[in-house]
């Protein structure tokens, strides 16, 4: 039979044996409510709109970006742009 006192959080059955750990949160959350998915994303792959400057991630969370980031933006689509255009030409000259 285990420790049970190593192990304060466990959940076991009647013989003892270890079937898994409680989940312990702090939050109440009793599953009626919407479930909130953009608290669990860190929101690194969005899309970026340069014209209007808002970022949209794949969780639903928007946020608008600052003048130096549409600028990164913008710098970053217009090289991609270019190395696809100059690979496409690449293709067409093989």
């Known amino acids: 039979m285990p420790d049970m006192d190593a192990d304060l959080h466990g959940i076991y059955d009647d013989a003892g044996d270890r079937l898994g750990q409680e989940w312990e949160d702090e939050t109440e959350w009793d599953?009626?409510?919407?479930?909130?998915?953009?608290?669990?994303?860190?929101?690194?792959?969005?899309?970026?709109?340069?014209?209007?400057?808002?970022?949209?991630?794949?969780?639903?969370?928007?946020?608008?970006?600052?003048?130096k980031e549409i600028q990164q933006e913008a710098d970053f689509q217009a090289a991609y742009f270019e190395a696809m255009a100059e690979d496409e030409s690449n293709v067409k000259q093989s």
Request: proline share 0%; hydrophobic share 30%.
């Open 31 to 67: 599953g009626n409510e919407k479930y909130d998915r953009s608290l669990d994303c860190v929101h690194e792959q969005a899309d970026i709109d340069i014209l209007t400057g808002r970022a949209v991630c794949s969780c639903g969370y928007s946020w608008l970006l600052s003048a």
